[in-house]
C-alpha cells in the first residue's frame, strides 16, 4: 500500500485532492495530511474522511524540522505532494515575510527530510519515490493582452511576494534535482476555482458578497486576465503527473479559459439570477449595480495564460469542464454549504475584509 504524504492538504486545492485520490484509490492508498491549520486551513474541509483508517491528520508547520523528521521516521513516504504555503497575492503585499518564511523555509525542510529519508549511503534514491512541488504560473510573471503563453522554457520573472517566494521554492526543487538527482517534479498551475476555495479570493469573495447584497470590488479597470481552471481537471492532473510524469520535469496546468475580471464578475452574477428560485429574496439584491471599481492592486499582473501542451502530449491530460459548468458547480456547492461559508466569514475574515476593503469603496 503506497503512502502518501500531503502538505497544506487543510486547504483549497489540497483537500480536492485528498477527496479525489481517496475516491480514485479507495483503500489501495494511504493518506497522511499535514497542515498548520492557519487561517486558510479548515478541517471541515475533510470532515467526511477523518474517520477512515488509511487517512491521518498531522497539525504540524513545515519549516518545524523535528515534526517533519518525525513524520518521515514514523512513516515509510512514497509520495510527497506539496501544497502547503501561503497564497494570498493580497496578503504577500501586505505582510511578505510569512510568504517567505513557508513558501521557501517550508519548502528546504520538506525537500531536505525527504532527501534523509529516501537516500543511499551512496547518493542513489530508493526506487519509486516521488516528491510533487505544486505550483503557479504567476512564477512566470505578466503577458501582454494581445499574445503570448507561459511555457515551461518561459523566463521566470516574479512580481508579487506570493509569486517571488513560489518561484524561490521551485527553484530550491530544482537544485535538489541538479545536485543530488532528487526525484522530484514540479507543476505550474493556472488559477483555480471550485469547492473548498477560500472567500479572499476572487470567485468565492464575489459568490459570498453577491448572496449578501455586498459591493463586487472590482481592482483597476476589472480587464486583467486570468486563465481558470476547474479544481477537479487541477488535483487529477497532479495524479497523472505523479504517474506518469518524467522526474526533474516541470509541467505546466491550465484551463484554455481566458477570462477579464470583469467577465468573471457579470458571468456570476447571470449564473446566481439563473440558479436562485424566484421565491428567494436575495436573488432582488443581486444585480450589476454592486460592482464597484476599486484602486488597483499594486504590482498587478496583466494577464496570465498557460500553454499546457506539454502535458497534453506527454500525459495525455487535458481541461475537462468548461467555464459555464463549472461555475455552475461551484455555485451549486456554496448553496450547498452555505454553514461552511457563514462559519469562515464569521470571525478573524471580518477583520481581514475591513482592513483590505472597507476604506477603498467610493473612492473610484
Ligand atoms: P490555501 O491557502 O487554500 O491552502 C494552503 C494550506 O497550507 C492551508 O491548509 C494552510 O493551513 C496550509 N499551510 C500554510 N502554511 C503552512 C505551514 N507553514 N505548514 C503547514 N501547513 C501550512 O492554498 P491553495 O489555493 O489550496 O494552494 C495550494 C498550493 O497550490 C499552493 O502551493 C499554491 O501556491 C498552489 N497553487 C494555487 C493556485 C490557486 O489558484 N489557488 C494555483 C496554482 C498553484
Ligand atoms: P485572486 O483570486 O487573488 O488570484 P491571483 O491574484 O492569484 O490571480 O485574484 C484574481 C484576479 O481578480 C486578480 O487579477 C485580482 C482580481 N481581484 C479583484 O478584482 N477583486 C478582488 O476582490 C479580488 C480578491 C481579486
Not at 520538506?110 to 516521488?130: H, I, P, V, Y
Not at 499574445?147 to 521554492?169: D, L, N, V, W
Not at 487529477?236 to 496546468?253: C, F, P, S
Not at 471599481?293 to 499594486?298: A, M, P, S, T, V
Request: charge should be negative; include cysteine.
Amino acid at each position: 500500500m503506497r503512502t502518501y504524504l500531503v502538505t497544506g492538504g487543510a486547504g483549497f486545492i489540497g483537500s480536492n485532492y485528498i477527496h479525489y485520490m481517496l475516491h480514485r484509490y479507495n483503500n489501495e492508498i494511504r493518506i497522511i495530511n499535514v497542515d498548520a491549520l492557519t487561517y486558510a486551513g479548515n478541517l471541515e474541509n475533510l470532515r467526511d474522511i477523518e474517520g477512515r483508517e488509511n487517512y491521518h491528520f498531522v497539525k504540524a508547520d513545515i519549516c518545524d524540522k523535528e515534526a517533519i523528521t518525525q513524520i518521515f521516521e514514523e512513516h515509510d513516504i512514497d509520495r510527497v505532494v506539496h501544497f502547503a504555503a501561503e497564497s494570498h497575492v493580497d496578503r504577500s503585499i501586505q505582510e511578505p515575510e510569512i510568504f517567505v518564511k513557508t513558501n521557501v523555509l517550508g519548502t528546504a525542510v520538506l525537500l531536505n527530510c525527504a532527501k534523509k529519508a529516501w537516500e543511499f549511503l551512496d547518493g542513489s534514491f530508493q526506487e519509486g519515490k516521488r516528491f510533487l512541488h505544486v505550483s503557479t504560473d504567476e512564477v512566470y510573471g505578466s503577458l501582454d493582452e494581445d499574445g503570448g503563453y507561459f511555457y515551461e522554457t518561459s523566463p521566470y520573472a516574479p512580481h508579487s511576494p506570493y509569486s517571488a517566494s513560489k518561484a524561490a521554492a521551485d527553484l530550491l526543487v530544482k537544485s535538489y534535482i541538479d545536485t543530488y538527482h532528487f526525484p522530484a517534479s514540479i507543476t505550474n498551475c493556472s488559477n483555480n476555482y471550485g469547492p473548498y476555495q477560500f472567500p479572499e479570493k476572487l470567485i468565492p469573495l464575489m459568490i459570498n458578497n453577491a448572496l449578501h447584497g455586498e459591493k463586487l470590488p472590482v481592482y483597476g479597470d476589472g480587464k486583467n486576465i486570468r486563465d481558470w481552471l476547474y479544481v477537479e481537471d487541477h488535483v487529477k492532473a497532479l495524479d497523472m503527473v505523479q504517474e506518469h510524469g518524467r522526474l526533474g520535469e516541470t509541467y505546466n496546468i491550465g484551463g484554455n479559459m481566458e477570462k477579464q475580471n470583469i467577465e468573471i464578475v457579470n458571468i456570476i452574477i447571470d449564473t446566481l439570477h439563473d440558479m436562485l428560485p424566484e421565491t428567494d429574496p436575495r436573488k432582488k439584491l443581486i444585480s450589476k449595480d454592486l460592482i464597484s471599481y476599486i484602486e488597483d492592486r499594486k504590482g498587478h499582473d496583466r494577464r496570465y495564460a498557460i500553454a499546457p501542451d506539454k502535458i497534453k502530449t506527454e500525459i495525455g491530460w487535458e481541461p475537462e469542464t468548461e467555464f459555464e459548468q463549472g461555475i455552475r458547480k461551484t455555485i451549486a456547492w456554496y448553496f450547498e454549504h452555505e454553514e461552511w461559508m457563514e462559519n469562515l466569514t464569521s470571525g478573524e475574515y471580518q477583520t481581514y475584509y475591513d482592513a483590505m476593503y472597507k476604506d477603498k469603496y467610493g473612492q473610484f
